[in-house]
């Protein structure tokens, strides 16, 4: 399947610098809509943030967080016990594995 390849070729200088300039242009509006883009969503972002946080306040469900200082995992209802540990009291649990053999060669260069 042949490809088809166009070629662009201003015939004067004036006419491959305003080229130039026309892509640059436009390669500066495609940043400036780009980043307009994320200054609009990172408002939008603010504003649903904002009133999702003033909407708990007024309904009196408090702030979202973490427990206070010292509340600890029982803060959290985390119990420690409960903890899944692979390997904890059973044989070879504190395997080691064998040395790499590929790091101790040396490069031969």
């Not at 070629?7 to 400036?32: C, E, N, R």
């Not at 990172?42 to 200082?69: D, N, Q």
């Not at 803060?75 to 504190?94: C, I, W």
Request: glycine share 16%; charged share 15%; hydrophobic share 45%.
């Amino acid at each position: 399947m042949p490809v088809r390849v166009i070629h662009i070729q201003p015939k004067t200088k004036a006419g491959a610098l305003a080229l130039g300039a026309g892509v640059v242009v436009v390669g500066a509006v495609f940043v400036v809509v780009g980043l307009s883009l994320l200054l609009a969503l990172t408002a939008g972002g603010l504003i649903a943030g904002t009133g999702y946080a003033v909407y708990r306040r007024l309904t009196g469900r408090g702030v979202l967080g973490l427990p206070k200082r010292g509340a600890g995992a029982a803060g959290l209802g985390l119990d420690p016990r409960l903890e899944v540990r692979p390997g904890a009291g059973q044989p070879n649990s504190t395997r080691v594995l064998p040395p790499d053999s590929t790091s101790d060669r040396t490069r031969d260069e």
